[in-house]
């Protein structure tokens, strides 16, 4: 069996962490699987979307504490940090991938599952979904993969004090209320949900939407409104080069749908 499924489908890549015995928990093979992928999807302009998603009846339990050294045993301060930066890979390849990336929260996002799902672009959930930072119940810090940065941003510094000192737990219903999540649907729309989301995105043109992604990163470190501003006028700029702009226009006009290239 698979641990990591990827099915391409057209623009979109389908990503299933298919561990559903132990609720998709990360072991070090699905890790390095992740980061490839992400990787690679620097040079893929083909793949427009990625969907990522846990098989069964959760997202992502997390790291698998029976696959982690630290764990087993003691470890040296520079092994336990290769491991640190084999799993932040991860984030940072999911963040710097010009692709939106789509999370479908099912059942427990915890810990590492947390920080997949803060990585994404966009979170849909179903009503069973639950998410915390559990690394603060088992002995460390809550701030791990990235949940100190990306946290905060999305949903406040109170908010996020909470959650993450706390180790509580974040139901759907008031994920959805902080706009931790886009929609949460019942667990049997959740597909139909994600085809109806993808086939939005993919009405915009490629290099529109991969703009748009880069946008967004940027501006939430852009140290004045007139930083952001630049950066959005060249990317406009750029985007009335390609010929899809012109192809968007026309479409527009003649009302119908564009035929972006």
Same mark, same amino acid.
Request: charged share 25%; hydrophobic share 45%; with cysteine.
């Given at each position: 069996?698979?641990?990591?499924?990827?099915?391409? /489908? =057209?623009?979109?890549?389908?990503? +299933?962490?298919?561990?559903? /015995?132990?609720?998709?928990?990360?072991?070090?093979?699905?890790? /390095?699987?992740?980061?490839?992928?992400?990787?690679?999807?620097?040079?893929? %302009?083909?793949?427009? @979307?990625? !969907?990522?998603?846990?098989?069964?009846?959760?997202?992502?339990? =997390?790291?698998?504490?029976?696959?982690? %050294?630290?764990?087993?045993?003691?470890? +040296?301060?520079?092994?336990?940090?290769? +491991? #640190?930066?084999?799993?932040?890979?991860?984030?940072?390849?999911?963040?710097?991938?010009? #692709? &939106?990336?789509?999370?479908? !929260?099912?059942?427990?996002?915890?810990?590492?599952?947390?920080?997949?799902?803060?990585?994404?672009?966009?979170?849909?959930?179903?009503?069973?979904?639950? @998410?915390?930072?559990?690394?603060?119940?088992?002995?460390? $810090?809550?701030?791990?993969?990235? !949940?100190?940065?990306?946290?905060?941003?999305?949903?406040?510094? $109170?908010?996020?004090?909470?959650?993450?000192? +706390?180790?509580?737990?974040? /139901?759907?219903?008031?994920?959805?209320?902080?706009?931790?999540?886009? $929609?949460?649907?019942?667990?049997?729309?959740?597909?139909?949900?994600?085809?109806?989301? !993808?086939?939005?995105?993919?009405?915009?043109?490629?290099?529109?939407?991969?703009?748009?992604?880069?946008?967004?990163?940027?501006?939430?470190?852009? &140290?004045?409104?007139?930083?952001?501003?630049?950066?959005?006028?060249?990317?406009? @700029?750029?985007?009335? #080069?390609?010929?899809?702009?012109?192809? =968007?226009?026309?479409?527009?006009?003649?009302?119908?749908? %564009?035929?972006?290239?």
């Amino acid at each position: 069996m698979d641990e990591l499924i990827i099915r391409e /489908d =057209g623009a979109t890549a389908w990503i +299933t962490m298919n561990r559903p /015995d132990c609720l998709n928990a990360l072991n070090a093979t699905i890790v /390095d699987k992740l980061r490839d992928y992400f990787r690679a999807l620097q040079d893929r %302009p083909g793949i427009r @979307v990625v !969907v990522l998603a846990g098989a069964g009846r959760a997202f992502c339990a =997390g790291l698998d504490l029976r696959d982690h %050294p630290a764990a087993k045993s003691r470890t +040296t301060v520079d092994e336990a940090l290769a +491991t #640190q930066n084999r799993f932040s890979d991860v984030v940072i390849a999911m963040r710097r991938c010009p #692709q &939106p990336i789509v999370a479908l !929260v099912n059942g427990a996002a915890t810990g590492g599952g947390f920080a997949l799902a803060l990585a994404a672009d966009i979170r849909i959930a179903t009503y069973s979904a639950r @998410v915390n930072a559990a690394f603060i119940r088992v002995g460390l $810090s809550a701030c791990e993969l990235g !949940v100190s940065y990306l946290f905060p941003r999305l949903v406040g510094s $109170s908010v996020a004090a909470e959650i993450l000192m +706390t180790g509580r737990f974040l /139901d759907a219903e008031r994920g959805r209320a902080i706009g931790f999540y886009s $929609s949460v649907v019942p667990e049997d729309q959740l597909e139909s949900e994600a085809r109806s989301l !993808v086939s939005d995105l993919l009405r915009a043109s490629p290099m529109g939407l991969r703009f748009t992604k880069e946008a967004i990163n940027q501006s939430l470190d852009a &140290p004045c409104l007139e930083a952001a501003i630049t950066m959005e006028s060249r990317s406009q @700029v750029l985007c009335m #080069q390609d010929d899809n702009f012109h192809e =968007g226009v026309a479409a527009f006009r003649e009302k119908r749908a %564009p035929d972006f290239r």
